[in-house]
């Protein structure tokens, strides 16, 4: 654990996710009292900030994470540390700039960058940097990668690609043609998505192999069928986005059903997964276990509102509505999230931060986040289905909003209650890293000092 800059990247993804669900908090008060905040900061920033620090919550976990299992758990020797260092350090400094260009409104990027666009050049160097880590790293070390490799690899280089894409707009061949630009953009923020989900379902298949000590899990034809399917996902499944646009709708079909198969696919992994464990299995990392388990469930429910959204006669109501949000809430924080906080659980039981951990407030929070995470869930479908009920033309009439006021006050509640169960999940997390991750900033005179008394102590 020595001098090892992964655990800060899960630290700082930690903080995001906290300071990302406040902003979501104080964005669904804005529906009871449309003045909240308007003069500290406007809904035109509160939203980018709540999308910036969500992602950016995905994206830095996901990344820590695969440091610490290239290096801890596979015992690898990272090619570059000095890197892994610079990455850190260039993402640590654009997380604090990223919420000073949107505070003082100094925008002019596109939905899920809003922040300036200048910032994307550090944000791809960092990119750049950790591919040839890990490319570096794993070809001069491994063959016959098995499929967590693969999808590793394969987000990051996508990701690469995607990000760049992202900022064709400021081409004038691609801004002055809306139906270039407007394709392009839902194409390559589609992509954006499915190259981190790569990340985090490669961060699921490695968990499993793990918690199951067994890499077979990992080199089956399923998995890798599945692997397949999450590259063609991340390649074409951002057709279905794009209902503006004057396409073939058999594109938009096909790109559905190849999102709705990777979906089924992880499902059957899963489950298969959890009933060829032991008991010994499950209760040595029980906590990995439940969020892996609660992803699942997830998939399932993001799945058959998929299925059910994506009826073109259904499609043309929901679209747009808070349906549409419910569907992003469950894959972001019932599918991503729960997944995550399963790297992070698992990592915590692996490394000096695990602690005697008190197992009833434990089981406590993880079932509270679920819970109030689905009544979250069933509040954005019932406000979706309200707007439509109402009709799009009279949704924002003063009268109609007073109708439905009691609706939005147990959303904003309910929102409240989600806020709070992902407090009792992060903080802890971040209490038991914060001591590890300071020592790693200390000078070396000093860090070698602790390290003699920690190995005493032991």
């Known amino acids: 654990m020595k ?20 902003f979501g908090l104080l964005i669904s008060m804005v529906y009871i009292f449309p003045g909240f905040f308007k003069d500290i900061v406007p809904f035109n920033q509160l939203r980018p900030m709540h999308t910036s620090f969500v992602i950016s919550w995905i994206i830095l976990t996901a990344i820590g994470g695969i440091y610490y299992y290239i290096q801890h758990e596979e015992k690898l020797q990272l090619f570059s540390r000095e890197l892994a260092k610079w990455h850190f350090a260039i993402y640590f400094a654009v997380a604090l700039i990223i919420p000073f260009s949107l505070l003082t409104n100094k925008m002019g990027g596109r939905e899920y960058l809003e922040f300036t666009p200048v910032l994307i050049l550090p944000i791809l160097m ?13 070809f001069k070390s491994v063959k016959n990668w098995p499929a967590y490799y693969w999808m590793w690899g ?7 690609f995607h990000l760049s894409e992202s ?28 190259s981190w989900n790569m990340l985090v379902y490669g961060t699921a298949l490695y968990l499993m192999s793990k918690i199951k000590d067994d890499v077979k ?26 209902y503006i646009i004057p396409t073939q709708p058999w594109i938009r079909y096909v790109a559905y059903a190849i999102s709705m198969t990777e979906w089924i696919i992880f499902i059957k992994i899963v489950w298969s997964w959890r009933k060829s464990l032991s008991k010994s299995d499950k209760t040595t990392n029980s906590m990995a276990y439940r969020f892996i388990l609660a992803s699942d469930f997830w998939v399932f429910l993001n799945l058959v509102m998929a299925l059910f959204m994506s009826i073109p006669s259904v499609n043309y109501y929901t679209h747009g509505t808070h349906i549409t949000v419910a569907h992003s809430m469950g894959t972001t924080i019932g599918i991503n999230t729960m997944i995550l906080f399963a790297s992070v659980s698992f990592i915590l039981s692996r490394s000096k931060a695990s602690c005697k951990n008190n197992q009833v407030f434990q089981k406590f929070s993880f079932y509270f986040l679920n819970g109030s995470l689905f009544i979250f869930w069933l509040m954005l479908i019932v406000l979706g ?31 409240l209650l989600l806020f709070i169960s992902i407090l009792l999940i992060a903080i802890p997390m971040i209490y038991r890293l914060e001591p590890i991750c300071t020592t790693l900033l200390y000078p070396k005179t000093i860090q070698d000092e602790i390290d003699f008394i920690e190995e005493a102590e032991n």
């Open 3 to 22: 001098r090892d800059f992964s655990l800060l990247f899960i630290l700082l993804g930690l903080i995001a996710l906290v300071i990302g669900v406040l």
């Open 126 to 138: 960092g990119w750049v940097f950790f591919g040839i880590n890990y490319y570096k790293t794993l």
């Open 154 to 160: 394969i987000g990051i280089a996508f990701m690469i």
């Open 167 to 194: 900022n064709f707009w400021m081409f004038d061949s691609f801004r002055k043609d809306f139906i270039k630009d407007i394709s392009v953009q839902w194409k390559s923020y589609g992509s954006f998505v499915g």
């Open 217 to 242: 899990i990992a080199r089956g034809r399923t998995t890798f069928f599945f692997m397949f399917l999450g590259l063609t996902n991340l390649m074409f499944g951002w057709a279905h986005h794009t």
């Open 385 to 415: 289905l309200l707007k439509i009920d109402a009709g799009n033309a009279a949704a924002g009439s003063a009268s109609l909003l007073e109708s439905q006021a009691i609706y939005y006050i147990v959303f904003v509640f309910t929102g």
